[in-house]
Structures are given as structure tokens and as C-alpha cells.
């Protein structure tokens, strides 16, 4: 029974995960651009979700609305302000941006919140008892609401009018262009989505976990593994990609100890380049 609790807790920790690693693969896939700010819209989230409850009393429900909110109109904000500039020039200046955006928001979020490791109250959802494995409430109420939104995600991308037109600039943008899309307004929208899920992402996480302004850093590289391993571009391949490496960074720790879950997935990302670069659902 406490390995299958190892196994859920990965599960769920790895649907968290694939939400906003669906983010990053969203702007690749969309715009072939690397933001290294990712995880710090992650971090972001979380700060939203301590600000609403400690100030506000609000629960899951207003903070994770609130963070898709406040994340969304920032991403759309940071690509009208930098990366519409940037996005033409050279790799090494794409690069750079994002990498200071990275350090800029969270050395702003050191400055306002401090340093200090904070959470919110660990007792709201209790514990349920599913045939026998003990699930804490708000884990399990995360996990599940990631799981939809990312589906909900790729279904916006290949069912709706909007998702049509995203795809398109995707594709070509210069084409779409022709046909009447304006790729600005898409590409911000891609940003705007991309920042939204990463910041109810971050919410949902700090309901469960511990965190300081350099967790960022932690799941921006997180993120990376999930999108390689998943495949750049693919929304479905960030979801099963984001419950395995979940899965794996559980049974590691379980197995192996805390200290080595980061050492076996980041192992796994240097044999997937090496094996596999285009990654379990992207193309050759």
C-alpha cells in the first residue's frame, strides 16, 4: 500500500507537471522560441495563491482564477514589451531576454515576499481513503484539475476557431498573414495561455508544497525535461510525459532516497537526447 500511495503521489505530482510544461511546449511549438522565464511564471502562481488566501480568505477556486488572470495578462504584457522585438533577431539574443526576464522576476519576487520558505494551511481537503491508499485531498484535487486543463488546452488547439488560427501562425506566418490572421494578436494569446496554465499550475502546487522565490529555477528546468521528453510542439506529449517523470521522481525518491529523484530524471533527459532527441510524440 505505501508504494501505491509512492505511485499516486507521482502521478498526481506529475499531472501538476504536465500543466505547465504544456505551456512551454504551447510557445515552441507555436513560435520555435526557448523561454527560460517559464518557471518563474510557475513561481508566480504560487505567490498568487499565498497572497489571495492570506489577504483575501479566498480558496482553490478564486486564486486559481486570480493566477490564470494575473499570468495571462502578464505573459500577454512581456510579449508586447520584449519578445515580439526579440523573436526575429539571433538564438543568443532570444536566449539572453528570457534568461534576464527569469532573473528580474525573481529577484523582484525575493524583494517583495523575502526569501523565507512559506505554504499555505496543509489541513483544508483532509484525506481520502481510495481502497485503501491514502490521498491527501488538496494533491488530489490539483492533480485532477491539471489533468482537464491540459486536455482542455489541446482541445482548444484542435477543436476551435482559435486554435485553427494559432495553429496557422504556427505553421506559417506569413501565409496566415494572407488569409486575414493577425500574428501578433496570436502569438501574444500563445503567450497569454502559455503564462495562464503555468500560473494555475503554480497555484494548484502551493497547495501541497513548500516554496521560496527560487523555485522557479526548479521547475523551469522541470519543464524542459517534460517538453523533451514529451516532444516539442506536442500538448499530449507534455501530459504523458509530465505523469511519467512524476512517477519517476516518486519511485526514486522512494527507492533511492530524496537526494537522487533529480539525479535519475535528469540522467533520463541526457539518454532521451542521445536516444531519442525528437522525444516520445514529436516528429523526426
Known sequence: MLLMQVIVGGLLLGAIYALFSAGLTLIWGMMNFINFAH???VMLG???ALVVVTSLGGGPTV????AAGALATIGI???FALIRHVIRGPMM???LSTFGLALLLRYTAFYVFSANIVSLPQDTFGIYNIGGILVPGAQLLAGLVAIVLTVALHLLLTRTFVGS??????EDRNAAMLMGIRPDRMQALAWGLAAASAGIAGSLMAMSYPWSPSVGETFGLTAFVVVTLGGFGSVPGALYAGLIIGLLQALSAYWLGPIYKDIVVYALFAALLWLRPQGLMGKI
Open 63 to 66: 486564486f486559481s482564477f486570480l
Open 165 to 170: 488560427r494559432l495553429l496557422a501562425v504556427a
Open 93 to 95: 539574443a532570444q536566449i
Open 46 to 48: 504560487m505567490y498568487v
Open 39 to 41: 518557471g518563474e511564471f
Open 77 to 79: 504584457f512581456i510579449y
